[in-house]
């Protein structure tokens, strides 16, 4: 038994996927470069525990690994990857407008923003523009 989606009631916008995807590359270089930062941070008076605690090291070690998963699921499966990269997302916002010495610029914060608005809009309405119809073998 074998359960196939209707070709053609499934879209498969490749402008759609090639952003996301790109979106994704960005997304893994955002993880390693938080990686670099924290591997080459000179060791004078650097703690990784110290001042807020665990808002630093969340900050410093959660996030760029969070941010590596993201943007691999991301680039594997775009219907599922986009949760997982929105829920990340999410999390950098709020801690970036919770402690704002990692995040040096507002930019990157009003990016990540416009980049979930326009994720939300683009699932409501894929999401009510057409029904999946399954088949099952």
């Given at each position: 038994?074998?359960?196939?989606?209707?070709?053609?009631?499934?879209?498969?916008?490749?402008?759609i996927?090639?952003?996301?995807?790109?979106?994704?590359?960005?997304?893994i270089?955002?993880?390693?470069?938080?990686?670099?930062?924290l591997?080459?941070?000179?060791?004078?008076?650097?703690?990784l525990?110290?001042?807020?605690?665990?808002?630093?090291f969340?900050?410093?070690v959660?996030?760029?690994?969070?941010d590596?998963?993201?943007?691999?699921?991301?680039?594997?499966s775009?219907?599922?990857?986009?949760?997982?990269?929105a829920?990340?997302?999410?999390?950098?916002?709020?801690?970036?407008?919770?402690?704002?010495?990692?995040?040096?610029?507002?930019?990157p914060?009003?990016?990540?923003?416009?980049?979930?608005?326009?994720?939300?809009?683009?699932?409501?309405?894929v999401?009510?523009?057409?029904?999946?119809?399954?088949k099952?073998?």
């Amino acid at each position: 038994m074998a359960i196939h989606f209707d070709s053609s009631t499934v879209t498969s916008d490749r402008l759609i996927i090639w952003l996301y995807r790109c979106l994704a590359l960005a997304w893994i270089a955002k993880g390693y470069l938080g990686w670099f930062y924290l591997i080459t941070a000179s060791n004078n008076g650097f703690n990784l525990l110290s001042g807020a605690g665990w808002i630093d090291f969340f900050a410093l070690v959660v996030i760029p690994v969070l941010d590596i998963i993201a943007g691999v699921s991301l680039w594997i499966s775009w219907r599922w990857g986009g949760s997982v990269w929105a829920s990340v997302a999410v999390g950098y916002v709020c801690l970036a407008l919770s402690k704002g010495t990692y995040m040096q610029s507002i930019l990157p914060i009003s990016a990540v923003f416009l980049l979930l608005i326009l994720h939300m809009a683009r699932v409501f309405l894929v999401h009510g523009k057409f029904k999946k119809q399954m088949k099952i073998l």
